[in-house]
């Protein structure tokens, strides 16, 4: 198997809740409470712990630091542009006044907060990555003092 293909395939499937989730919020007009996507970051979150404990079983004593952390970090990377251009998609397309919702909640109607949402949503998803990657490889990386008294 290719050494990027199991990181991949977790990040498409934690996209791919991470658009189930915000399409059961979008069911009960939830979507615009910025509030719920704090759960994406558990999403996000799982997916990665399980793309990196997946990886170092995969690849047994040839697993270290640098390739568990390139696991972690292509998981979240996949899943988070994946989300965005759903996102973006279902902003422009699908439901064209889901931006003037979000907007209006969250500046008052004004106009000028359209333009950075979709960066934001890419940008949080990156910074969740790379936060999540960092702390879930202190639990992976295997300690040179282990066996030294």
């Not at 999403?43 to 990196?52: K, N, P, S, V």
């Not at 542009?81 to 907007?103: C, G, H, M, P, R």
């Not at 879930?136 to 990386?141: H, S, Y």
Request: proline share 1%; with cysteine.
């Amino acid at each position: 198997m290719k050494p990027l293909a199991l990181p991949i395939r977790f990040g498409i499937a934690t996209s791919g809740c991470l658009i189930a989730y915000f399409l059961i919020l979008s069911l009960f007009n939830l979507h615009t409470n910025i509030f719920f996507s704090l759960f994406n970051g558990i999403i996000t979150g799982f997916g990665i712990y399980e793309a990196i404990k997946y990886y170092r079983l995969q690849e047994k004593f040839a697993f270290n630091y640098g390739l568990g952390f390139k696991a972690g970090l292509i998981t979240g990377g996949v899943a988070t542009l994946i989300f965005t251009f759903f996102f973006a998609l279902y902003a422009t397309e699908l439901n064209t006044d889901f931006l003037n919702q979000l907007s209006y909640t969250w500046s008052n109607g004004s106009k000028s907060f359209e333009g950075i949402v979709f960066f934001t949503v890419a940008i949080m998803g990156f910074a969740t990555t790379l936060v999540l990657t960092l702390t879930f490889m202190q639990l992976f990386k295997t300690s040179k003092h282990s066996n030294k008294n």
